[in-house]
């Protein structure tokens, strides 16, 4: 719209902006825009300039070259240590592989001089004599043994557990309480003679974990384990109803553990090493006094017999 001027020409009018119009234009109120840019200028101070900012690069700079050298001179060391450790390494190793092979050769050379031994003193005793012998060997692990019975496998689970199935969640390993427990077992079923790897068991066999090593009698012996018992026809029915069967049974559902119990015919067990056994016997006590015709008795005059152990010996 326009209005008339005076002395006959218009004016245009000019109509101020309406407030919504102005709002949808700046919703943000000034102040707060200039509260923003003096936030802004207080925290990005103001460029060093002269020798504070060469200073502080100079600092960075010789920080920079300090670590570069620190982890070149860790670097050379370690390779340079690298041949003594690898050569160390195999010094060990072939040491071990040696200590095996002679621990192998003396063992076989021992029963090579049991067998003579045995047959020696068989000539030496009577027929009776020799065969209730070797009966007792039998029975305490000290002969070898031939019959039938089962042998129960355990093996370690794979490494890797499977996502889908969950097996693999626990431990994957055996461990020396599962052969403890199988062994167990099988001589409440009735076992006459247990090995384990081949490890012949008697009445003062170990079975434990040195590390990651399994030990049978101070022996070490791996995976996958094997135990031979032999014993009467109901050995293996006696032994799958056994708690320690159906544990190792939900184990190895579980963890991917191999565990399995097959029949075996005409086991052949060999003997156990001989045990260093040691015993004790009585002293020798003096004679009790005899006094009014009698012995003498705890109380009386006399002394009293006493027994003592007189020292481990073997």
Sequence with gaps: MSTPRPGGGR?????????????????????????????????????????RAWSTRSVSLVVVVMLG??????????????????????????????????????????????????RQRDAALSGTAAARLRDLEAGTGLGRVRGDGVVVRLADAPDKA??????????????????????????????????????????????RSAGEAMLVDFRPVTG????????????????????????????????????GVRKADDLTLPAAPEPQLRYAKPSVSPSPSVSGGRSGSPGSSGSPATVSPSGGGR
């Design 224 to 259: 996958p384990y094997e135990v031979s018992a032999i014993g009467p026809s109901s050995m293996r029915r006696k032994f799958d109803d056994s708690r320690s069967a159906a544990l190792m049974r939900e184990v190895a559902q579980k963890t991917g553990l191999s565990f």
């Design 69 to 118: 050298f620190l982890f070149a001179v860790a670097y050379r060391q370690t390779m340079a240590d690298e041949p003594g450790r690898s050569q160390a390494r195999s010094g060990l190793v072939a040491q071990i592989k040696e200590r095996e092979s002679q621990t192998d050769r003396l063992s076989t050379r021992a029963d090579e001089l049991r067998e003579e031994v045995s």
């Design 11 to 51: 004016q245009d009018r000019v109509y101020a902006p309406d407030f919504l119009t102005e709002l949808f234009r700046n919703p943000l109120d000034p102040g707060y825009a200039d509260a923003a840019a003096a936030r802004r200028g207080a925290a990005s101070p103001p460029p060093a300039r002269g020798w």
């Design 162 to 207: 499977d996502a889908v199935t969950g097996a693999g969640a626990g431990p994957p390993r055996v461990l020396y309480s599962d052969l403890q427990g199988v062994a167990n077992a099988l001589w409440s079923a009735g076992a006459e003679a247990i090995a384990i790897n081949g490890q012949r068991l008697t009445a003062t066999s170990t079975i």
